[in-house]
């Protein structure tokens, strides 16, 4: 054995080794066109303890393989106390997976998280989480022709074998449909959009991003209520959800963004945000000294042609029920509306569990079609 080729799998403990963590996936992906390479100081913030408030309930490990002094590969291990709490006793979590195609590197990174999380007393373990269930999870096993949209995952498509090949089996598959906007609604939805407009006990507007803080705590409180329930939901924190408000703003475009209230009380709500990624593709990851300068300048000129929508939720009370479909319905037409005329063509409604038939179904009669599925796999460590 040549020393070229053993595989060493080292600790991430300085801040030099997390930008090699997070840099190495630049020679994986060198030639494949549809990666969009993330922003350095994004993916810093995500796994540093101080900046991510997901670290103040959960907590994380790091490693990356090197052959030949070369990094080839990374992985993490997490153990969050809400999914102990909520979810299941024992089961913990990995993440950030990405090698290069080669057994021994993908055998070794796998083996060293599933080793940690049975020091830390986890006997079952899921995954990809990066790093929870609310930022980017799931492996993409198909839709590699298309670039991912803001805070969804790529991946090379021999990832899932390397998952099979340590063991792993299907726990669930997440949907990203696509919907063509610029074409219009089948008539059915003008007619629900209608009676909703027809009903004075509902209402549709704008964010009101003068009162900002106050309009997104009721957003957090709609997500957290309506999909409680949901198979792996984890409720956000008020620390998270105030990250994740403070992040989002300078994306939040008014008319993009829409509330529905019922008898007064905010009971539905629809969030879309532009395709930063389409902007990004060449900054290399980098917002300084004048990326960020050219972002700005970007996300000003208006709607991108493709957009996402990251949150959505309709309170349980109306769940199931023909106002319900009513309000998410209307939402998405108000929203299809405004983006049209700035210019978008076309929305990333993401992600969709696959048992969530109600949605999907909602989704399908819109129009929408799948067009990326992402998988969470699972194992025993016992």
């Known amino acids: ?39 350095e100081m994004e993916r810093l913030e995500l796994l540093t303890p101080k900046t991510n408030p997901w670290f103040e309930h959960a907590k994380a490990q790091f490693w990356i393989a090197y052959r030949g002094g070369k990094p080839v590969g990374r992985i993490s291990a997490q153990v969050c106390d809400m999914v102990q709490d909520l979810i299941l006793k024992g089961l913990g979590q990995i993440g950030m997976y990405e090698a290069v195609d080669d057994s021994e590197i993908s055998t070794a990174l796998f083996e060293t998280a599933e080793s940690w999380l049975k020091d830390q007393g986890m006997d079952q373990v899921q995954g990809p989480y990066n790093l929870s269930v609310n930022s980017e999870c799931g492996l993409l096993i198909d839709g590699f022709d298309m670039p991912p949209m803001l805070m969804m995952g790529h991946a090379r498509p021999y990832y899932a074998t390397h998952f099979k090949a340590a063991g792993y089996s299907k726990a669930k598959d997440m949907y990203a449909y696509r919907l063509d906007i610029s074409r219009g609604m089948p008539p059915f939805v003008s007619r629900i959009t209608r009676s909703g407009e027809n009903n004075k006990r509902l209402v549709i507007r704008r964010i009101n991003k003068r009162n900002y803080t106050a309009e997104v705590e009721s ?137 969530n038939l109600g949605m999907r179904n909602i989704l399908s009669q819109c129009g929408s079609e799948i067009y990326k599925t992402y998988r969470i796999y699972e194992k025993s460590l016992i």
Not at 10 to 33: G, M, N, Q
Request: overall charge positive; aromatic content about 10%; proline content about 5%.
């Open 1 to 39: 054995m040549t020393e070229g080729s053993v595989i060493r799998i080292s600790k991430v403990e300085s801040k030099a080794d997390l930008k090699t963590f997070i840099r190495l996936v630049e020679a994986i992906y060198k030639d494949d066109p549809n990666w969009v390479k993330p922003l």
């Open 219 to 355: 957003f957090f409180e709609i997500f957290n209520e309506s999909w409680s329930g949901n198979w792996g939901f984890l409720p956000f924190t008020d620390a998270e959800a105030a990250h994740a408000a403070k992040s989002m703003r300078p994306l939040i475009r008014d008319y993009m963004v829409r509330i529905c209230e019922y008898d007064g009380e905010p009971a539905a709500f629809m969030i879309t945000l532009p395709d930063v990624n389409s902007l990004i593709r060449d900054l290399d990851g980098k917002l300084l000294p004048f990326g960020w300068l050219k972002l700005l300048w970007r996300l000003s000129r208006g709607c991108t042609t493709g957009v996402r929508v990251p949150l959505m939720g309709v309170r349980k009370k109306y769940q199931d029920t023909r106002i319900g479909g009513t309000m998410a319905i209307s939402l998405i037409e108000h929203c299809r509306r405004a983006v049209v005329k700035r210019g978008g063509v076309w929305g990333e409604l993401s992600w969709i569990l696959e048992d």
